[in-house]
């Protein structure tokens, strides 16, 4: 019940989706259809006046010539627009179904513009990729031929049989009686066929997971010689969609001979009542003939109407995945002209009390203050898990705080709009962000309209410009996140010298864990101490030089801020953190 309301909710979302002309076009075309396939139905009564006719004239030797000619003209009329109009209905429906995919997938990547940090927490990417590229595409396609096709036999259908009753009803009985006996049977065969197809589509997206998988940690697996497990796993599933394949094409396969053997049913039972109403002058020549047409034409959509209702269900089973995506909540809208515009930031930040869990039920920050003086050195310190990144987070405004206030040089960071508060920070993180591009794109990310001059200035103030320049294409080389050309710690200079052009009042670094040389460790520390010279600075801090350099040192734990002071003080203080470094524990 429940699921039918969904599919109805997801049928007038698509229906008030096809706008405008669109909509306009698509009544056209269900009335050309139903046109189309009236004059299909009516066709074999026609064929079977002019066999009367015929036969009349066969019997008194007058052949009328012109009513016969006549009606040969209307049938050849009627075949014409009956099967004519597939291809101009074909055309147009995949220009409407075609024009909807492309409208949705915008609005699916609009709304990847502006889902909540909790979404990008809480759905799998591989899932949200699949929405936007085959839900969408197995939607258009369903919507394209199968609800055309779908309208066009339920007409034909019910046309056919309204002839037929008209024609003959005692005969139309039969067909009453045994088709929808066949119907059934195939209905039945092709829902399971689908259960397997569907299970098939499951395998082998579990297929494709595992071959990714095994693509890209393949030193992983290497490493830890887990060579077998995959292959065993790969090896099941691979069986798995095999069988479930052979079967569904095993079964489908008698979904054809099914209904032409109910429809030979239907024609013996014609063959031998309608002779025996022949012989005993209850039905004409003609009359007999047009049954005989009647049901070879009612087969066909017959067999495939249980089919094509099947394809409308996986069509909108995907349009119900698709339209979920394009419902997901977004990050609330802010009104441009009550926010506040920040000039000359200096680089205040204050915390004061604030509270905030990525989960409703589970706190994570209780009470979170402190003060940033402009220009300070802030590190962030403490173990695994303790909130550094948290802290960060809410600093960017990627979550909202539950209670508090987070201030920007007095200003609550919440008056402020978004973008004008992000653009005030510059972040350079472990994971440094470089995107499918050329390097100077990569760089010139970080200011609009940046010149080539201004990357190069950039490059060469974080002393990247060296390595830059002996890449096969310079600035123009292109680079990705996956691309093994540049070391970790190249790539973290190219991070570095983003941050560097958009010239931030606040800097929010994230030192890097993983290894890099002596020599690029220290071209990042060096760059790194240039920038934040006269610039408010937090830096989730790993390295004892870093911590013992920093104005203050934030000391965090679980969620928390513990300790907060210079190295000094807080050694002084024997608390946690000089029990942290006396032990000589990792600082993160
Ligand atoms: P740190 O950077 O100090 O290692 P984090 O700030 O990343 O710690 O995490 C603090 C706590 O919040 C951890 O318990 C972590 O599991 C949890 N956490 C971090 N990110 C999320 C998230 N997106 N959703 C739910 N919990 C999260």
Redesign the pocket.
Known sequence: MAKNTKKKGVIRRIASDVTGRDRAVFAGLIVIIGIAKLCLSIAPRLSGRITDALAASAETGDFDTGYIASRCVLLAFLFLIGYGVDGVVNRSMVRISQKLAKKLRNRAQQKLNHVTMGFL?THPVGDTLSRVTNDMVSMSNSLESTASNLIGQLILVVGLIIMMLVTNYKLALIYLIVLPLGFSLTALVVKTTNKLFRQQNQTMGDLNALVSDSYSNHMLIKAYGCEEEKTGDFKSKNKRFYDTYVKSRFLSGFVIPLSVMVNNVAYVCLCIIGGIMLLNKKLTLGEFQAFIFFGNMIGSPLSSLSSSMNNIQTGLTAAERVYELIDEEEEPAENPSQKIVPENVKGEVTFSHVKFG??ADKQ?MNDVSFTASPGQTMAIV?P???????LINLLMRFYEIWDGKILVDGIPADEVLKSELRSTFGMVLQDTWIFDGTVADNIGYGKKGATREEIIKAARMVQCDSFIEKLPDGYDTRISEENSALSAGEKQLIAIARAVISDPKILILDEATSQVDTKTEALITQAMERMMEGRTSFIIAHRLYTIRNADKIIFMVD?DIKEVGSHEELLAKRGLYAAMYNSGTSMG
Request: aromatic share 8%; net charge neutral.
């Open positions: 927490d990525y989960l994570l403490g695994s898990g303790a909130g550094k990144t948290t969620g």
